[in-house]
């Protein structure tokens, strides 16, 4: 069975049409900002502790020499956010995650730790790739300049497609705003789109997911990775109707306006954090 005895691997491929590269990247660190603000409070959410240009020498692990970086490193406090599964199982405190990104874009590498309580017992890496494509397909080539994936880890992974418009939505997830069906876009001139928008747009762009995730408690390891795979699903089909919904709001906003909304967003959310109620995205 996958995942009984080591990590699962999964790679997912959400296709955008009529967005370059550069402008998708924008769109993820814009949205990024919005839906940390809309999960935090009360006590649980998003606490940032670093978002800020980095010398590539400062992780010789992680980054190649010389490449321009930009690192965030993030405290993700989910007492009532997680699976009830993982909440039953995880002691009082336990729930944070520390999640380190190094965005070298085409290309961003996050990990997410627990290093508190679980240490080595768990491990999540996404690589998230933009590329320029002109079909929906995928590119041979899309992975072959990462070496931390390693060829072995990209043939055992299972391909999932994300179709924003096709893939089916829960009613607690859905609401017309976020419905590419529904949503016309005006800085793109694009939309609403039709179930058979793959062959009717003409230009795309690919998000590349390729992800990692390791949980090693003994009897619990494949259940656990499991509803983590269910999950992630969930929330990259959400979270990328989303960016497209909203696209007018963000693409015309350049790199040095989104670095300026994440040191706001991060000083909101310090705030945030001590007041309120929980927000968001609550697991039952």
């Not at 967005?19 to 998708?24: G, I, P, Q, R």
């Not at 931390?148 to 997830?173: L, S, Y």
């Not at 960016?243 to 000083?267: A, H």
Request: glycine share 6%.
């Amino acid at each position: 069975m996958e995942g009984a005895t080591g990590p699962v691997y999964r790679i997912y491929r959400i296709v955008l049409p009529n967005l370059s590269a550069e402008k998708a990247h924008i769109g993820l660190l814009y949205n990024l900002c919005k839906s940390y603000c809309e999960e935090t409070g009360g006590g649980e959410g998003v606490e940032v502790i670093e978002n800020s240009i980095a010398d590539s020498s400062r992780f010789p692990e992680r980054v190649k020499p010389g490449q321009q970086l930009y690192y965030y490193h993030k405290i993700l406090h989910l007492a009532s956010k997680v699976p009830a599964l993982i909440r039953l199982l995880a002691p009082k405190g336990s729930l944070e995650i520390h999640q380190k990104t190094w965005d070298t874009f085409p290309v961003l590498r996050s990990e997410c730790s627990n290093p508190d309580y679980m240490k080595n017992g768990f491990t999540f890496i996404r690589h998230t790739i933009f590329q320029d494509n002109d079909k929906a397909s995928m590119a041979d080539s899309v992975f072959d300049n990462i070496s931390a994936i390693g060829e072995d880890k990209i043939k055992q992974a299972r391909i999932v497609d994300i179709d924003i418009v096709n893939d089916p939505v829960p009613p607690t997830d859905y609401s017309e705003e976020s419905d590419p069906t529904k949503v016309r876009l005006e800085k793109i001139n694009c939309g609403p789109l039709t179930t058979d928008w793959k062959e009717k747009e003409t230009k795309f762009m690919t998000v590349y997911l390729f992800e990692e995730i390791e949980f090693k408690w003994w009897g619990l390891q494949t259940k656990v990775q499991s509803v983590m795979i269910k999950a992630n699903h969930r929330i990259y089909l959400n979270f990328y109707r989303k960016m497209f919904c909203n696209l007018d709001e963000w693409y015309d906003m350049t790199i040095e306006q989104i670095r300026e909304l994440e040191d706001k967003t991060k000083e909101e959310l310090k705030k945030m954090l001590k007041s309120g109620e929980v927000r968001g995205m609550v697991e039952k």
